[in-house]
């Protein structure tokens, strides 16, 4: 019956910041349109994903900071932790190589936790 997930909503507390944090990783927008009252709806993906995060503002019992855990998959590890390095995100972790896969983990501007694995 159900095939994908489409849209994560993802907690923020600033749109704005949030948005240019994800497109200086390369994210694309996919909608940036008015919604409600005085805020937006703002989509993006990574290039060529299926799945979009939908930065809200909206959910009384989502507060910004808590997701934790969203895994971002990518084909280069080491390219992906400099990018984040580059970027705003705090509390990055060393890669940390396992019989697995590699990953490291990061928080974003608005306090959400990823996670990067390149299996």
């Known amino acids: 019956m159900f095939n994908k997930i489409g849209v994560i909503s993802l907690p923020v507390t600033d749109q704005q910041r949030a948005k240019t944090f994800f497109e200086t990783l390369g994210f694309e927008v996919v909608r940036d349109d008015p919604y409600m009252d005085e805020m937006r709806w703002i989509e993006l993906s990574p290039k060529g994903a299926d799945t979009t995060i939908s930065l809200v503002t909206w959910f009384d019992k989502m507060p910004a900071g808590g997701v934790q855990g969203l895994v971002l ?26 019989p697995w896969g590699s990953s490291f983990m990061f ?6 936790g990823w996670i990067v694995q390149q299996d």
Do not use: R
Request: cysteine-free.
């Open 73 to 98: 998959k990518t084909e280069d590890i080491e390219g992906a932790h400099k990018m984040v390095e580059a970027s705003d995100a705090s509390d990055i972790t060393p890669i940390d190589k396992a």
């Open 107 to 112: 928080t974003d501007t608005e306090g959400n």
